[in-house]
Nanobody
Framework: QVQLVESGGGLVQAGGSLRLSCAAS????????MGWFRQVPGKEREFVAQ????????TYADSVKGRFTISRDAAKNTVYLQMNSLKPEDTAVYYC??????????WGQGTQVTVSS
């Protein structure tokens, strides 16, 4: 099992930037993919971005393409989400997740991102 701790959330004005971090520990040797998801109260959790741990291949939701960048530092067991040109609709709790195979099995506690208009 992988333990995940997110940080970096906060309040920012529209058009601003934030960088989220996710520090992983525990069974990281088996991790194949790490991702970011977000959730607004009353709505389902939605996919934001993911990165393969070894090759660094990335995938993004259409809603964040060109604005968000996911990256990883294997030496620090940390994944980042750089968020630029933030919009009020990006407001959500952002979760980091890890997958060893086909499904995301381990999740962080989440960090709140609020974008004011």
């Amino acid at each position: 099992q992988v333990q995940l701790v997110e940080s970096g959330g906060g309040l920012v004005q529209a058009g601003g930037s934030l960088r989220l971090s996710c520090a992983a520990s525990g069974g990281t040797v088996n991790t194949s993919v790490m991702g970011w998801f977000r959730q607004v109260p009353g709505k389902e959790r939605e996919f934001v971005a993911q990165i393969t741990w070894r090759g660094g291949s990335t995938t993004y939701a259409d809603s964040v393409k060109g604005r968000f960048t996911i990256s990883r530092d294997a030496a620090k067991n940390t994944v980042y989400l750089q968020m630029n040109s933030l919009k009020p609709e990006d407001t959500a709790v952002y979760y980091c997740a890890a997958a060893a195979a086909a499904t995301y099995d381990d999740w962080g506690q989440g960090t709140q991102v609020t974008v004011s208009s």
